[in-house]
């Protein structure tokens, strides 16, 4: 690397010294040319709470489609509710003897309010049992913590680090969300930018080690943990662990509102239970991947492998008293490109959640219904993800917010999840 050789051609006095400055550096930050980013996109990291369905029965009622059953669950569609336009109401019996309005809120993304989903005395109870519980501070899952070198970001290969460049690195390589006012104070008070063009050449990288770097944002962390991605605390509930009426019924709830086969419905089905502060909040994330050249976390202990869930179901548990919408940022931006949306810095809520193509106001006992993927023409089951599915939280501005979190774990093939579940055919 010229880099390399450059710094190597210095005086014998400070050989040893820049020698070690620059593997030191090399160790974090690998300057060769273009990187691409890659795909980071703010997990849970919910793989331990995952398990193979073994200790479920077996189940013979797989199908619970008011349109008819499969003779064979090896016949059996994904199905994904119709919602016709924006606005669109139905009106389904989720429990017995009671009705509640399923509305179509989007399109593109398909996204459902259904009113009422929790009584007042329902959502108290759950927040109750999230309590008992013991919510702990989240955590997300991010790839690039793992790996002990960070890449820098050189997107057009100019060999120097423009902001937006240096806003991507941090956030690909430390999920930490920072906006340019950040930036500049972070080269001011590291003396990175020595000639002040707000751009960070190679050279310019070597007034700071790595060490320093990475201690500046723990610091900055410490101080200001809204600019990570996630700002919450948060409990899990395992309907297959806990005798309680409440979650069996919500079980049933999900059962007639996505109208999915049972098993999909019994098996991985542990419940999130969120709460948000002041200033809590959370960065556009999709809840699903489709790079299925790995293995879905549900099905196996590995680490690289791709988090598959079908669908999301989220109920607000309380009123926010201020802030803590629910956002999706590319609802019906038909022109979409995630390189454009993640340059654009409106990942990050906790600044650019008024920017939101589409906002959910949070109110206590309603419940949001998501597709993170679509359904394959070909196999019937699992598809691509629909990117227009990226959402986050907006920033509690007063009072606070408590959610809960529903996935539906599926993979790409029908005949693995019916395997994994022990479906009887
Ligand atoms: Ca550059
Ligand atoms: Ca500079």
């Known amino acids: 690397m010229s880099w390399v050789m450059a710094t190597a051609s210095c005086k014998k006095g400070t050989v040893q010294l820049v020698v070690t400055k620059v593997i030191t550096i090399l160790l974090l930050l690998q300057l060769a040319t273009v990187v691409k980013s890659q795909r980071n996109d703010d997990y849970e990291d919910t793989r331990h709470l995952y398990h193979d369905g073994s200790s479920l029965e077996e189940e013979k009622d797989v199908c619970t489609s008011a349109t008819g059953c499969p003779e064979s669950a090896h016949d059996m569609n994904l199905f994904r509710l119709e919602g016709h336009k924006e606005g669109h109401v139905q009106v389904v019996e989720l429990q017995d003897n009671k009705n509640h309005i399923i509305k179509t809120v989007s399109m593109k993304p ?3 309010e259904v009113e009422d989903f929790f009584t007042e005395e329902e959502c108290n109870h759950v927040i109750q049992l999230a309590e008992k519980q013991g919510l702990q501070s989240s955590s997300t899952h991010n790839q690039e913590q793992s790996n002990p070198s ?4 050189d997107l057009d290969g100019d060999q120097r680090l423009s902001l937006t460049e240096m806003r991507r690195t941090i956030e690909d390589g430390f999920d930490i969300y920072l906006v340019e006012r950040d930036l500049r104070k972070l080269y001011t008070d590291l003396a990175m930018d020595g000639n002040e063009d707000e751009f960070i050449s190679r050279e310019e990288m070597q007034n700071v080690s790595p060490y320093e770097f990475k201690g500046y944002l723990d610091d900055l962390i410490a101080k200001e943990p809204e600019k990570k ?7 899990w509930i395992y309907p297959d662990k806990i005798s309680d009426p409440l979650i069996d019924s919500f079980q049933q709830r999900i059962r007639r509102l996505t109208q999915l086969p049972d098993m999909m419905i019994d098996s991985h089905s542990f419940i999130q239970v969120v709460r948000y502060a002041a200033d809590g909040h959370y960065n556009a994330h999709h809840d699903s991947g489709d790079d299925f050249q790995y293995p879905c976390c549900h099905m196996v202990e590995h680490k690289r492998c791709n988090i598959c869930r079908y669908a999301t179901i989220m109920v607000y548990l309380n009123d926010v008293e201020e802030g803590g919408e629910t956002a999706f940022p590319v609802a019906n931006n038909e022109t ?3 390189e454009v949306f993640r340059d654009s810095g409106k990942r ?3 600044h650019y959640c008024q920017a939101a193509n ?5 109110r206590k006992g309603t419940a949001v219904l998501w597709y993170n993927h679509f359904v394959n023409e070909t196999t019937g089951w699992m598809g691509a993800v629909d990117k227009l599915t990226w959402h986050g939280g907006c920033p509690v501005v007063r009072g606070n917010k408590w959610i809960m979190n529903r996935w539906i774990a599926a993979t790409p093939e029908r005949d693995q999840d019916i395997k994994i579940n022990k479906v009887e055919v």
């Open 110 to 112: 398909l996204i459902f």
């Open 150 to 153: 960070m890449r820098l970001l």
């Open 229 to 235: 991605s996630r700002f919450s605390s948060q409990a």
């Open 336 to 338: 979409y490109d995630e």
């Open 348 to 350: 990050n809520l906790n």
């Open 358 to 362: 589409l906002k959910l106001l949070p």
